[in-house]
Antibody, heavy 117, light 116 residues
Framework: EVQLVESGGGSVQPGGYLRLSCAVS????????MNWVRQAPGKGLEWLSY????????YYADSVKGRFTISRDNAKKSLYLQMNSLRVEDTAVYYC??????????WGQGTLVTVSP | QPVLTQPPSASASLGASVTLTCTLS???????VDWYQQRPGKGPRFVMR????????SKGDGIPDRFSVLGSGLNRYLTIKNIQEEDEGDYHC?????????????FGGGTRLTVL
């Protein structure tokens, strides 16, 4: 069974940082592209970042470029999102999602990040 | 990059049918769109991908036959027949867009489906 489990969320002040993790199981992690997507309270989905299977190609949404960094450790079957210079508007539930021949076919349950003074 | 537009809400009675719409911005009429279901308090779940020729690839894990898709012009439709209580939730459409050395996923604002 494919499983993705996010962790690392919490409360932080503006300007602070957090590192999210996504632990996966049930599939060969290193051949899949991965993404981070977030959802602010009561809002729709917002894509944040993409990484290829080898960890050599990354893309970012303009809203987080220069502040967030995506990475992966294929040996540990884990995906990460380093989030620096956090803003109030970064408050959201953060999801990791597996990408296969385009669709985001499996998602985690999410981890909540709250940024407030 | 494309913009995806969805009505904010829809409703249908138990056992009835409903069609949800996702509209692509002009110039993107050949794009495929993915539908995602999000039940209250849960992460999104892939339903299926749709292009102008209908479904592309396979449905997501456990998606019942009651769910079907169609594509026409700029519109991508998700139809749910014989609606059940478990179908209530938010439905998002999304599309990937890659150009040169850039890549993004874009999503519509989501449609909240209420089962009456």
């Amino acid at each position: 069974e494919v499983q993705l489990v996010e962790s690392g969320g919490g409360s932080v002040q503006p300007g602070g940082y957090l590192r999210l993790s996504c632990a996966v199981s049930g599939f060969t992690f290193n051949i899949y592209e991965m993404n981070w997507v977030r959802q602010a309270p009561g809002k729709g989905l917002e894509w944040l970042s993409y990484i290829n299977g080898g960890g050599t190609t990354m893309y970012y949404a303009d809203s987080v470029k220069g502040r967030f960094t995506i990475s992966r450790d294929n040996a540990k079957k884990s995906l990460y999102l380093q989030m620096n210079s956090l803003r109030v508007e970064d408050t959201a539930v953060y999801y990791c999602a597996r990408q296969t021949t385009n669709p985001l076919d499996h998602w985690g349950q999410g981890t909540l990040v709250t940024v407030s003074p | 990059q494309p913009v995806l537009t969805q009505p904010p809400s829809a409703s249908a009675s138990l056992g009835a049918s409903v069609t949800l719409t996702c509209t692509l911005s002009s110039d993107y009429s050949n794009y495929k769109v993915d539908w995602y279901q999000q039940r209250p308090g849960k992460g999104p779940r892939f339903v299926m991908r749709v292009g102008t020729g209908g479904i592309v690839g396979s449905k997501g894990d456990g998606i019942p036959d009651r769910f079907s898709v169609l594509g026409s012009g700029l519109n991508r439709y998700l139809t749910i027949k014989n609606i059940q209580e478990e179908d209530e939730g938010d439905y998002h459409c999304g599309a990937d867009h890659g150009t040169g050395n850039n890549f993004v996923w874009v999503f519509g604002g989501g449609t909240r489906l209420t089962v009456l």
